[in-house]
């Protein structure tokens, strides 16, 4: 069993930026990849990002690619998402995911935070 928690979200002028963080206590996190979704009001849970379990590889949603950076850190058991450059469309409720398969899809990850609202005024 992971839980996840995500923290940092906030409201932020266009071009400013964040730092999500995810907490997931316990000794197995390192064993999962770890992956960022977003879901906009009305409209369906996206991928944004995606890390490996050592962090040696990413994946980034083409709408994210240049502005946002995905890292771990497993002796922490943390997870983080910086993002930079921030638009209005990034606007969105962001969740931290936890799963053994590969980066985008949906069903792939098993553990799931609660979301973090991220809102970004033009």
């Known amino acids: 069993q992971v839980q996840l928690v995500e923290s940092g979200g906030g409201l932020v002028q266009a071009g400013g930026s964040l730092t999500l963080s995810c907490t997931a206590p316990?000794?197995?996190?390192?064993?999962?990849?770890m992956s960022w979704f977003r879901q906009a009001s009305g409209k369906e849970r996206e991928f944004v990002a995606g890390?490996?379990?050592?962090?040696?590889?990413?994946l980034y949603a083409d709408s994210v690619k240049g502005r946002f950076t995905i890292s771990r850190d497993n002796a922490k058991s943390m997870g983080y998402l910086q993002m930079n450059s921030l638009k209005p469309e990034d606007t969105a409720v962001y969740y931290c995911?936890?799963?053994?398969?590969?980066?985008?899809?949906?069903?792939?990850?098993?553990?799931w935070g609660r979301g973090t609202q991220v809102t970004v005024s033009s």
């Open positions: 995911a936890a799963g053994r398969g590969g980066y985008s899809k949906i069903s792939n990850y098993d553990y």
């Open positions: 316990g000794r197995t996190f390192s064993t999962y990849v």
């Open positions: 890390i490996n379990m050592s962090g040696g590889r990413t």
